[in-house]
């Protein structure tokens, strides 16, 4: 990112804080209510600038993001979801568009890296 610039265009913004004109939410759907947690908001995005919006973060709006309650007191629950929802993103934007070596080596990527983060996660408990 270019912190120079006020307004910079990206492919992608946080739901954690989002604005957005009504009428585009309810044009492209809202948002994809199978997303349990995480990738929503990539997802969201992504169709707002396939109807033709541009997505842009305010450099100068300064934000404290403080993370989740939920990743604290339930982390595998959490983990699992986010893995669950670059899974889902990939299937819905990306699988069509590449072979079966590409979709199996991104299904072994995301859920190998559950696996790594899992050990972690059951010892912190």
Excluded at 13 to 20: F, I, W
Excluded at 83 to 104: D, I, S, V
């Amino acid at each position: 990112m270019d912190m120079a610039q006020p307004l910079q265009a990206v492919d992608a913004v946080s739901g954690a804080l989002m604005l957005m004109p009504r009428g585009l939410f309810a044009r492209i759907g809202g948002f994809d209510e199978g997303y349990r947690l995480h990738a929503e908001d990539l997802d969201l995005c992504r169709r707002a600038r396939a109807a033709g919006a541009t997505v842009a973060v305010a450099n100068d709006v300064a934000v404290l993001h403080v993370r989740g309650v939920s990743s604290r007191s339930r982390p595998v629950f959490v983990e699992w979801h986010k893995h669950r929802g670059l899974w889902r993103y990939f299937g819905k934007f990306e699988a069509a568009r590449r072979g079966p070596a590409t979709r199996l080596a991104v299904f072994a990527a995301i859920w190998a890296r559950f696996l790594v983060r899992l050990p972690r996660m059951l010892l912190a408990r």
